[in-house]
């Protein structure tokens, strides 16, 4: 199963990276059609729209009270006089600027494909086929599947906020719980992925965690979208009370800036409420190949949602359980699991077995038809595809635990828990490039049973 590289270069990472411009106290109010707020805590949002609203009745508020952000649409002169004066914001600029998200999904623009597969007349499902052949990560994920005996994520809620999904897909539609799905969108309700990434990180979840029920929460369209539906999202997924919230997304944002320093506190603000209500934040570690600590230190640098306490954040592995050439690395890393790897031969071939095979919409052209695989599939990388592994095991570590208990686990035990009875790799104990290492989940659920008959 090879793939010959016309130009590797021209394969980029795949991150979800927030381009936002914040501020804190900007002065140039009259240039932004939108003013963002974080209210200071303790402090009354209502009373603060009040208070604007005597300056001009006309005024037309975004707000999260959750976390005491206000968006305030088109302020005048005044408001903003108001705003400027006010003791009860710790925070002004703006949270809208666009998100950008750059799929590292192999496309027939940068790769030439050979057929890596030749099927015979008798091949009848060529779709079984590649699923049986390449998707190695659920082996990885589930001790060679034998952690399906015990558990498969039934009755676990997981929040995705992503692209959306295509809701129509047969290996992803089973999965689907959209009761609470929303789009967060401006002018666009539908929760179908027009994107792909979605949709490819809800195939890994599926995969792994084949009974676990996930909600999508679009905040990207087909190219970008806004780091305030993020916020919105993180907020109504906890209060949807989904188990598990996965964000195989992040961005990098300068703490001494302040321009950047409100979209940091804010999403600060957002994980915190999600740790307060015993929601787990799984997110990415990032595909830069930077020592988050060391950026930190020397550039002031935060990349979230993943540096934030209490988010649960994931490095990549390769087919071989080494770290790959792209991961992010940092004491901010709890886990590591499979993410795929570029690996390219002598001969310039690149190998289809080393990247992730994951799910794709139907309704957008199959980016890979000419090397043999189905609509609807796709391959590709990055630790998108391992923080999305890390959420399964979770969700199927909270159904086992359901199971045996007959209650859900407490977050951070169950992170705990987790942890102790991970596969440890690199120097002992946890470290900055693995965490804890690659959850095995048959060590935790034996604890579990331990622990039920002690």
């Not at 957002?270 to 570690?285: E, G, H, N, Q, T």
């Amino acid at each position: 199963m090879r793939i010959l590289v016309k130009n590797i270069l021209s394969i980029i990472s795949s991150v979800l990276i927030f381009v936002v411009l914040s501020g804190n106290r900007v002065v140039a109010f009259a240039q932004e059609p939108s003013i963002d707020l974080l209210v200071s805590e303790g402090e009354s949002i209502e009373q603060l729209k009040e208070e604007l609203t005597e300056v001009d009745n006309k005024l037309e508020f975004i707000e999260i009270p959750e976390i005491n952000l206000l968006r305030i649409e088109n302020p005048n002169e005044k408001v903003q006089e108001v705003i400027e004066n006010s003791d009860e914001i710790d925070f002004s600029g703006k949270i809208s600027d666009k998100l950008i998200l750059e799929n590292n999904t192999i496309t027939e623009k940068n790769v030439d494909f050979p057929k890596i597969f030749q099927y015979s007349a008798e091949e009848q499902n060529i779709e079984t086929e590649l699923l049986n052949r390449l998707t190695w990560y659920i082996n990885t994920l589930t001790q060679d599947k034998k952690a399906f005996e015990y558990s498969k994520g039934k009755n676990i809620k997981i929040g995705l906020i992503d692209s959306g999904v295509d809701t129509s897909h047969p290996l992803i539609s089973p999965s689907l719980n959209l009761e609470k799905a929303k789009s967060f969108v401006k002018n666009d309700q539908s929760i179908e992925d027009s994107n792909g990434h979605g949709t490819m990180v809800a195939g890994v979840i599926s995969q792994v965690s084949p009974e676990a029920k996930i909600t999508p929460y679009r905040v990207m369209s087909a190219i970008d979208g806004e780091s305030i539906w993020t916020l919105q999202a993180i907020i109504r997924a906890v209060n949807d009370k989904q188990d598990i919230i996965n964000m195989s997304l992040g961005t990098y944002k300068y703490e001494t800036k302040k321009d950047e320093r409100i979209t940091i506190e804010a999403f600060k603000r957002a994980a915190c409420y999600a740790f307060i209500k015993k929601v787990l934040i799984i997110s990415s570690s990032g595909n830069q190949q930077l020592d988050s600590d060391v950026n930190y230190r020397e550039n002031k640098i935060m990349h979230l949602p993943g540096d934030i306490k209490g988010v649960i954040t994931v490095s990549a592995i390769n087919k071989n359980n080494q770290l790959t050439n792209y991961s992010n690395t940092g004491t901010n890393v709890q886990y590591t699991a499979p993410g795929g790897e570029i690996i390219i031969d002598e001969n310039g071939y690149l190998d289809a077995r080393e990247l992730i095979y994951t799910m794709y919409p139907l309704t957008l052209p199959n980016p890979m038809k000419d090397a043999g695989i189905p609509d609807g599939y796709t391959l590709t990388y990055g630790t998108s595809f391992s923080s999305a592994g890390v959420t399964a095991v979770f969700a199927n570590y909270y159904s086992y635990y359901l199971q045996i208990m007959q209650k859900k686990p407490n977050s951070q035990n169950a992170h705990k828990f987790i942890a102790y009875n991970s596969t440890d790799f690199g120097v002992v104990g946890k470290d900055s490039q693995y965490g804890y290492g690659l959850p095995n989940l048959i060590r935790a659920y034996e604890l579990i049973s331990s622990n039920k008959n002690h």
